[in-house]
């Protein structure tokens, strides 16, 4: 199985600056067939299922603010906040779907400083 | 806009069986494969089972192969996981989530969620 490994395992930053959340996988998500990462971003907040933010790494699903961003390639990758807002409280978990079975990060719990 | 509700969560005794559902509204799932992933309260996510578009084509995470028992009906717009011979470490909440991209893909949407509490 492809382990998912986040960090850190919490963060607390003021409003309005920025957050960085690293996921790093055991093997390569990166596809030689089409040269996409086979990963993808999901905030969840208390009570509430995970929501998708990101997938292909880097692709921003539709209605997810701009200042949600994503990077890496092969085997590290960043999910960036680059203002954190009230809203953004939350825990952010990475997912592989390179191989099955599909496997998710531990999560990163976001705080306001 | 596809949404999705779980029901049939619970409290069972280890070695029980319990059988969640999954309802789908809106658009309809069928062109879909759909998942089972499953949460321990305040811990990470793990995903337990998907299943392609006819039911022909199943997969399952090691733990629970030979136990649980994913299936669906598309007439009924509904997914299903028949869960057998539980054991405590099985309690979670699980979601049912359309597996978009294929057999290896994103989950999105997510259902709200069953607690299956297994328990004596």
């Known amino acids: 199985d492809v382990v998912m490994i986040q960090s850190p395992d919490s963060l607390a930053v003021s409003l309005g600056e920025r957050a960085t959340i690293n996921c790093k996988s055991s093997?390569?998500?990166?596809?030689?067939?089409?040269?996409?990462?086979?990963l993808a971003w999901y905030q969840q907040k208390p009570g509430q299922p995970p929501k998708l933010l990101i997938y292909w790494a880097s692709t921003r699903e539709s209605g997810v603010p701009d200042r949600f961003s994503g990077s890496g390639s092969g085997t590290d990758f960043t999910l960036t906040i680059s203002s954190l807002q009230a809203e953004d409280v939350a825990v952010y978990f990475c997912q592989q779907y390179y191989s099955t079975p599909q496997t998710f990060g531990q999560g990163t719990k976001v705080e306001v400083k | 806009e596809l949404q999705l509700a779980e029901s049939g969560g619970g409290l069972v005794q280890p070695g029980g069986s319990l059988r969640l559902s999954c309802a789908g509204s809106g658009l309809s799932f069928s062109g879909y494969w759909m998942s089972w992933v499953r949460q321990v309260p305040g811990k990470g996510l793990e995903w337990v089972a998907n299943?392609?578009?006819?039911?022909?084509?199943?997969y399952y995470v090691d733990s629970v192969r030979g136990r649980f028992i994913i299936s669906r009906d598309n007439a009924k717009n509904s997914l299903y996981l028949q869960m057998n011979s539980l054991r405590s470490e099985d309690t979670a909440v699980y979601y049912c989530?359309?597996?978009?991209?294929?057999?290896?893909?994103?989950?999105?949407?997510w259902g709200q969620g069953a607690l299956v509490s297994v328990s004596s």
């Open positions: 093997q390569s998500l990166l596809s030689s067939s089409n040269n996409r990462n086979y």
């Open positions: 299943i392609n578009q006819d039911g022909s084509d199943k």
């Open positions: 989530a359309r597996e978009v991209s294929g057999r290896l893909g994103w989950f999105d949407p």
